[in-house]
């Protein structure tokens, strides 16, 4: 499965990561976390129809926040496009470095939206 990575830090680019299906939860964990707290507590974001957005639940208090990821919830989602919400002030914040994959019929993960792999540029 194909999933988009992107940092917190604006500096550091996104990535396109393969997943292997048997695996990805834990996976998503490691990726998630940080040198600190190395695995983190998968929750999964949905604010469109055709991606599922994977934080660290408990991120907020300890890891930074996500400009980029942020930028895409409250200007580009369908959420946002449904609600019109402001991309200047976002109401919060993701924190920490965000994973980005499809969902499958069943709502399970699966490769990430090409529309979404061109908006990150990976």
Request: glycine share 10%.
């Amino acid at each position: 499965m194909k999933a988009i990575v992107v940092p917190a830090n604006p500096g550091q680019p996104c990535t396109l990561r393969t997943l292997d299906p048997a695996s990805w939860h834990r996976q998503l964990a490691q990726l998630l976390g940080d040198a600190t707290t190395p695995a983190a507590t998968v929750e999964r974001a949905v604010y469109d129809r055709d991606a599922l957005l994977w934080v660290d639940g408990d991120g907020a208090g300890r890891r930074p926040p996500n400009p980029r990821a942020t930028r895409y919830v409250f200007g580009h989602s369908d959420s946002a496009a449904r609600r019109g919400l402001d991309v200047g002030h976002p109401s919060y914040w993701l924190y920490g470095t965000v994973i980005i994959t499809g969902p499958d019929d069943a709502g399970a993960p699966d490769d990430a939206p090409q529309r979404l792999r061109m908006y990150f540029n990976v």
